[in-house]
């Protein structure tokens, strides 16, 4: 019985193999032998038609198979002759630990580009920033275990029964023994069908929801001004700028009635203790730290962090995106939780015995794709991520990667969106295929082992980075014959992280939690130790809509598919549960535009256009559309606006027009 992790979403399900088929791991925390249906079919997807099993060159338009060793050194020589900042690499919550501190090192130390970004720059950069603005320190304060421990859960902005299956799961079996659960959400969703109260807000409103909240909380008294004055910072200018907001604006722009707010606060008042959970539907925002920033200061002024069954709890979207974010996978951290500060650049530098490392953030995605139109980017990596689907404002990434004169995409399927824009195809090993480590969304470290042998001509995506540093002189440097050897000298690493709260080092079990009790005393790692509290204003910076598109697109995640359906598409049990392409009309919206269920209609935005089915339902308010991200061309319609700190697009504000092509 060979026992692993699964590799699809946040809560990382402990999974065994025998020789036929995969069942949840009864005696692993996170899931207690549960599996989603993605998780039990995660088998059937390792080997596919679409799977790339050789290594590709496009000449004269077309890919033609190459050997392993004429493309490294094809790559490697290009590399050699081209300046470090027109290099850029993007990564993927989708590696493995090893896989990303490799290539993190490659490109950061060696290569000396800062330009090292990953996908989850567009899904949980902005509660990176808002942990570190709040707390000193990327950290995830709550536990999925806590829920057993709470007595009201708030979901925002995630629709956790189909984006984190076994972790709702979890939720339902809680809610038998009594716990209360809200959702903040402007759908109605299988996870708000769950839910004692329901809150329809209107998108972009999250903000005044938690200000009014908060201004009722110090209004009513309900603060716990111990914990405030003994534990955080700038309370007293957050409440004199807190109390000069308007709270009849704030509530009207919720689109919530006095009645369903007092509810949710009397709720709030008879519940001890208090978690709030949230993914992307505030992440993925021009004002997402802010969001973020407006929830946790909930938690500070009620001193309810920290404790068992309280606290903030951000809910990572994939599997390993916490591993990036601990290795420096972010183009906006240097590694191990170190930004690109002199001191922390001489610590990184002396580790891994190299020099030249810039002291200045590299480009994040949509920067790499802005700097692309300019001629300014000449390489660019890709591994096991397929941006041109994923990226915002999809028409503009298509003409800055044309732009590109090496496109290399390390991936171990061919059927991307991103493929036919690479000039050279590299096949990587999928989930089941290679060993490695990934962490889920409670900082649960743990080994992911392989279930069958590696397809013969194909590499985990760390040795591919290997063998590109080997090729460029650098064999001293990443000497490395197993995945072992990586984790132990990331392990190493760890030690020289800010007050050595990263404590992987003490890992030596196949399941780790690194920085147990890390804000222990409620002291935290800001200066003086003290949690800050910042005020926050809807700024209303998002996209407007207007005659001309009058509707707001949503996007999200459905159940049993993954991302594209690169994997799940292919597995027939998953396809029976929802169609991949398809958008939500409000009935009333329908009747307006003459649009019946069934209907094929034109969605457009100011940067593009698509055609689906329209599905009319009154889980979506009026005047707002849904579309899944299974949807490979949904990003023709998005706006690459980003959130000015943590530079994440804001893909859930985009103005659209919707029209009938059925009926024309």
């Known amino acids: 019985m060979i026992k692993s992790v699964c590799g699809y979403c946040g809560v990382g399900c402990g999974i065994e193999f025998d020789t036929s088929k995969l069942v949840g791991d009864i005696s692993y925390p996170t899931n207690e032998g549960l599996l989603c249906a993605k998780g ?34 094809y790559i490697a020589s290009k590399i050699k002759k081209t300046n470090p900042e027109k290099i850029a690499f993007y990564l ?3 590696l493995l630990t090893e896989d990303y501190y490799i290539a993190n090192k490659l490109a950061k130390g060696f290569i000396n580009t800062n330009n090292v970004d990953t996908n989850s720059r567009t899904c949980m950069a902005s509660a990176v920033v808002a942990h570190k603005k709040a707390f000193g320190v ?121 009645e369903q707010f007092e509810e949710f606060i009397q709720l709030f008042y008879e519940n001890e203790n208090i978690i ?9 925002s021009v004002q997402g730290v802010d969001k973020n920033l407006s929830l946790i200061n909930m938690h500070l002024i009620t001193g309810k962090i920290n404790k068992a069954g309280n606290g903030p709890f951000s809910l990572t979207g994939q599997p390993n995106a916490m591993g990036g974010r601990e290795v420096g996978g972010l183009s906006t951290t240097l590694a191990v939780h170190l930004d690109f500060e002199p001191e922390s650049i001489k610590k990184v530098e002396e580790f891994w015995k190299t020099s030249g490392i810039k002291n200045q953030r590299g480009l994040t995605s949509c920067e790499i794709v802005d700097e692309a139109l ?37 991936n171990a399927y061919e059927n991307s969106e991103t493929s036919p824009f690479a000039h050279i195809k590299l096949p990587a090993a999928p989930w089941g ?19 069958t042998r590696t397809s013969i001509d194909c590499k985990p995506d760390w040795e591919v980075f290997k063998l590109i540093a080997w090729e460029l002189g650098l064999k001293d440097s990443f000497n490395y014959e197993n995945v072992e050897e990586i984790f132990q000298e990331f392990q190493e690493i760890t030690k020289i992280s800010t007050n050595q709260h990263l404590d992987i080092h ?18 935290y790692l800001t200066t003086n130790q003290k949690a800050n509290i910042h005020f926050v204003k809807n700024e209303n910076l998002s996209e407007k809509t207007s005659k001309e598109f009058p509707f707001i697109l949503l996007t999200g995640r459905t159940r049993d598919q993954w991302h594209s359906g690169t994997k799940t598409a292919h597995v027939d049990k998953l396809k029976k549960y929802k169609p991949l392409e398809y958008v939500e009309i409000n009935p009333n ?74 009926r024309i």
Request: charged fraction near 30%.
């Open 40 to 73: 039990v079919s995660e088998l059937h997807t390792i080997q596919t038609s679409s799977r790339l099993l050789r290594p590709q060159i496009k000449q004269d338009g077309k890919f033609t198979t190459i050997d392993w060793d004429t493309s490294i050194k």
């Open 92 to 94: 993927s919550g989708q």
């Open 138 to 258: 990327d950290y995830v304060p709550v536990s999925m275990k806590d829920i057993k421990k709470a007595n009201l859960l708030i979901l925002v902005g995630s629709n956790a029964a189909e984006a984190h299956v076994v972790f709702f799961n979890k939720i339902k079996k809680e809610l038998k023994r009594g716990l209360k659960l809200v959702v903040i959400d402007p759908r109605v969703t299988l996870t708000t069908n769950a839910a004692h109260l329901h809150l329809q807000i209107k998108v972009g409103s999250d903000i005044d929801f938690f200000n009014l909240v908060c201004q009722r909380l110090i209004n009513d008294e309900k603060i716990n001004m111990d914990y405030i004055e003994k534990y955080t910072n700038n309370f007293d200018i957050y409440k004199n700028k807190l109390s000069r907001e308007a709270k009849t604006k704030m509530l009207k722009r919720t689109g919530l009635s006095k």
């Open 276 to 284: 709030s959970a949230w993914t992307m539907g505030l992440n993925q």
């Open 374 to 410: 300019k001629g300014n980017i000449e390489i660019l990596i890709i591994s096991h991520t397929d941006p041109i689907y994923h990226l915002p404002n999809r028409t503009k990434v298509e003409e800055a990667f044309k732009n590109i004169p090496l496109i290399v995409e390390v």
């Open 433 to 451: 295929e290679k060993d490695g480590t990934q962490t889920n969304m409670d900082r649960t470290i743990t080994k992911q082992k392989k279930v």
């Open 506 to 523: 003490k890992m030596k079990e196949d399941t780790f939690i690194w920085g147990k009790n890390l804000f222990k005393d409620n002291k």
């Open 589 to 662: 919206d329908a009747k307006d535009l003459e649009i019946k269920n069934g209907d094929m209609v034109d969605v457009t935005s100011a940067r593009g256009e698509i055609t689906l089915e329209a599905k009319v339902t009154p889980d979506v308010r009026e005047k707002t559309i849904f579309i899944p991200v299974s949807v490979k061309k949904i990003n023709y319609l998005t706006l690459d606006l980003v959130d000015k700190e943590s530079f994440e697009p804001d893909y859930n504000h985009s103005a659209v027009r919707v029209k009938s092509i059925t």
